[in-house]
């Protein structure tokens, strides 16, 4: 792992912040491999903090929660000397409970929730000759957080209100490597997609917000009321030739990325209400002790609507964008011990095009 902070070379840019280069593991002549385990078994042997308890997305968590991790990795020689794999998985369950408390209704009950997180990385090395090598490189990952209703001390958001929010992820790469006497070349294709949505609803239909008879809320029932969904796709190439002679080097490259990328959102098409009941219809619902598994279905059909709000037209909004870059890089060695060095890169966006119709054509940076 290698992190720039400032002052780094004209090849990296379209950030004003630092940039994180990571080296995925390679096999070699010799098998190796590990696997791992970790347990987290919750009240049985937690210590006491003053810290908040946070899962992995920075979700607050009470006491109890609950976590097994595991992986495992083997890398080494397909052929010997010429051909390489690495194989990384490691999966994450996550247990935590919510509290569902409503006294109107009779209910006090533990929800279970499960966060987890699946990934996957492969890679394989390649050796075409003294001086050329491939490699490629796959990374899977799968993560579902889920928001099962209830609080953390008590809530009145019911399961069937729920939702997840799932993130799928892929990242495909292709690298090609020159090593001569003086002459250098590295290039990349990579293909990643990202899925996001953000509230995956448990119950499709309305969402319901029922209050007691004193105006009240006690039970948030139904859909989750809202959606979120990003879809995006993006394929970049990235080719580096550097001529290095004794005392001086010369680099230069160019960097192309495209992204397509799709967004939906808005509010609840089949409508999000909120409505009151009387004392004789909040004690027939109490009746039913549906507990946790109360429903859209078990409200009267005769309460009083007090509001509504139904989504006539979700949003949505997509395009596709495509960056240009290119650079030069020259260093001289001054003394053994001093280095100067002067660079030079340009950028485009074709989005900037979008405004006047002229695009942003004079980001050129030292």
């Not at 929660?65 to 990384?88: C, E, H, K, M, Y």
């Amino acid at each position: 792992v290698t992190v720039l902070a400032n002052s780094y070379s004209a090849e990296f840019g379209r950030t004003a912040n630092g940039v994180v280069n990571v080296t995925t593991k390679a096999g070699t002549n010799d098998w190796t491999g590990e696997a791992f385990a970790l347990w987290r078994p919750g009240d049985a042997l937690d210590s006491e903090t003053d810290f908040p308890r946070r899962d992995l997305s920075g979700n607050a968590v009470q006491e109890g929660f609950r976590r097994w991790q595991g992986g495992a990795s083997l890398g080494g020689p397909i052929q010997r000397d010429r051909t390489f794999v690495f194989l990384n998985a490691e999966v994450t369950r996550d247990t935590k409970d919510n509290l569902l408390r409503v006294a109107d209704l009779g209910v006090d009950q533990t929800v279970a929730g499960e966060n987890r997180f699946d990934y996957v990385s492969l890679r394989l090395d390649h050796r075409l000759s003294d001086a050329w090598a491939v490699t490629g490189r796959l990374h899977r990952g799968d993560v579902e957080i889920e928001r099962q209703g209830g609080g953390l001390t008590g809530g009145f958001t019911f399961p069937s209100a729920g939702d997840s929010q799932t993130r799928r992820s892929t990242l495909a790469v292709v690298q090609a490597r020159y090593t001569g006497d003086s002459l250098s070349y590295v290039g990349d294709i990579q293909f990643s997609g990202f899925d996001w949505d953000y509230g995956t609803p448990v119950t499709r239909g309305p969402q319901v917000v029922v209050e007691n008879p004193a105006g009240q809320t006690i039970a948030v029932i139904g859909n989750n009321g809202f959606a979120f969904d990003l879809e995006e796709r993006t394929w970049q190439t990235k080719h580096k030739a550097t001529l290095d002679r004794d005392g001086w080097r010369l680099t230069g490259g160019i960097d192309l990325l495209r992204a397509d990328f799709n967004l939906r959102g808005g509010g609840n098409p089949d409508g999000n209400y909120r409505v009151r009941l009387t004392a004789p219809q909040l004690a027939a619902v109490r009746a039913l002790n549906r507990g946790a598994d109360l429903s859209v279905g078990d409200i009267p059909a005769g309460a009083q609507v007090l509001d509504y709000a139904v989504e006539l037209r979700p949003a949505a909004f997509g395009t596709d964008q495509t960056l240009y870059a290119g650079w030069a890089e020259a260093e001289v060695d001054l003394t053994p011990d001093l280095t100067a060095r002067r660079g030079l890169r340009y950028d485009y966006g074709d989005l900037t095009e979008l405004g006047d119709g002229g695009g942003d054509a004079d980001n050129i940076a030292p």
